[in-house]
């Protein structure tokens, strides 16, 4: 998915990974920790500040305060993501996942011999998650129900209630609910969004957090784990095995933001707002339909299925007119569709909006008429 190399003539809308620089304050941080000498190894789940601080703010952003004890440091959101999975399903059991969804999901279950049960991504609101596929897959014998609110690729944001529901149909079925929680800070509406921990929740939901995306922390690679205490032995030896700690000078860094830029993910969610209402003003009738303030994250997903072209074509025509884009079937058996990661300063992403724009239009009136 990342081995293209982009020329310097190309736009990359490809990546989710926020064009804003590491913030003054966290570059201080890493080069004070390397003049400190602080280079070894951290406790294997993680500074005991950090995890404290992490606690903190899933407490500040949901209502629910975790024992630090079941609060481990990751190595970023993938960390998280990836030990969450080993933790709750073995070889042959299975896991439900959204569709269209980040790939390393489904990527990951298929290495560990875990079947991938789909539910079809919802919009945003209280039919975020199919519940009927849900419990579907629940009865088949799934152990565990992934959620991505905002959802990478579609945007679209969870409500309390969806969230609930589908703790209710795990807590049934005695499995477990995986929250990514990789854009809870950056929610066009305001706030932070609704989390499977609250309301209750907490003793059926990991979890994953990372510091990647609200503070431009992508290449220092880390995150955190909320996990039940019932799920504190198998999480521990997974982290530990796999990752021994989470980088240090990253988990400092990690650290001094929730320290000083507690307010981060405000900032970015307001940003990344207006270059999607611009976004949907360029694209026109390209646009996803619900309303940009229902939405959050980094990415645009566009159903260009009426040019009657698939996901490779559509990159391929794109990039021919300098404009690099993720194809749909990263994320989705279903062809057609490409997804813009809206990470790219805004004269720059306006013309290649507009670009895109364009390009559809002329592939669209290319296309046979459907029959
Ligand atoms: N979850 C989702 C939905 C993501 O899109 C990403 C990154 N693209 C991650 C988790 C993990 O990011 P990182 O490992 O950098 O924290």
């Not at 990514?180 to 994953?208: I, K, M, Q, W």
């Not at 980094?298 to 040019?307: G, I, K, N, P, S």
């Amino acid at each position: 998915m990342m081995a293209t190399e982009t020329a310097p003539d190309e736009v990359d809308l490809s990546i989710g990974e926020p064009d804003q620089p590491l913030p003054g304050v966290l570059v201080e941080a890493a080069v004070a920790s390397l003049r400190a000498g602080r280079t070894g190894y951290t406790p294997k789940l993680g500074l005991s500040d950090l995890r404290a601080l992490v606690a903190e703010d899933v407490e500040a952003g949901t209502g629910f305060r975790p024992d630090p004890a079941d609060v481990v440091i990751t190595v970023g959101g993938t960390g998280a993501v990836a030990v969450a999975l080993a933790a709750t399903c073995a070889p042959g059991g299975a896991a439900v996942v959204p569709d269209p969804a980040w790939p390393n999901y489904r990527v990951l279950a298929d290495r560990l011999g875990i079947a991938v049960l789909p539910y079809r991504q919802g919009p945003s609101g209280d039919a975020f998650a199919d519940l009927d596929a849900v419990e579907a897959g629940l009865r088949a014998g799934a152990r565990l129900v992934v959620v991505n609110s905002p959802s990478n690729p579609t945007g679209a944001v969870a409500s309390s209630a969806a969230l609930r529901d589908v703790v209710a149909l795990a807590r049934e079925h005695d499995a477990f609910v995986l929250s990514d929680e990789a854009y809870e800070a950056v929610v066009f509406a305001g706030g932070r969004a609704p989390s499977p921990l609250a309301d209750g929740g907490h003793d059926r939901t990991l979890a994953a957090r990372t510091f990647s995306k609200t503070w431009s922390m992508t290449g220092l690679r880390v995150g955190a784990l909320v996990a039940p205490p019932a799920l504190r032995e198998a999480v521990a030896a997974l982290h530990g095995t796999t990752a021994g700690c989470a980088p240090v000078t990253a988990q400092l860094v990690a650290a001094e933001a929730l320290r000083s830029l507690p307010g981060r993910g405000a900032e970015l969610a307001a940003v990344y707002r207006a270059r999607s209402e611009r976004a949907v003003r360029l694209l026109g009738p390209w646009a996803p339909q619900e309303p940009v303030a229902a939405l959050g994250g980094f990415y645009l997903w566009v159903d260009a299925r009426r040019t009657g072209r698939t996901s490779a074509e559509l990159v391929a025509a794109l990039r021919g007119h300098g404009v690099v884009t993720s194809a749909g079937t990263v994320y989705t058996a279903q062809d057609g569709y490409v997804r813009l990661a809206l990470t790219a300063p805004d004269d720059v992403l306006d013309a290649a909006l507009a670009t895109t724009r364009r390009t559809l239009d002329a592939l669209a009136a290319e296309a046979p008429a459907p029959r």
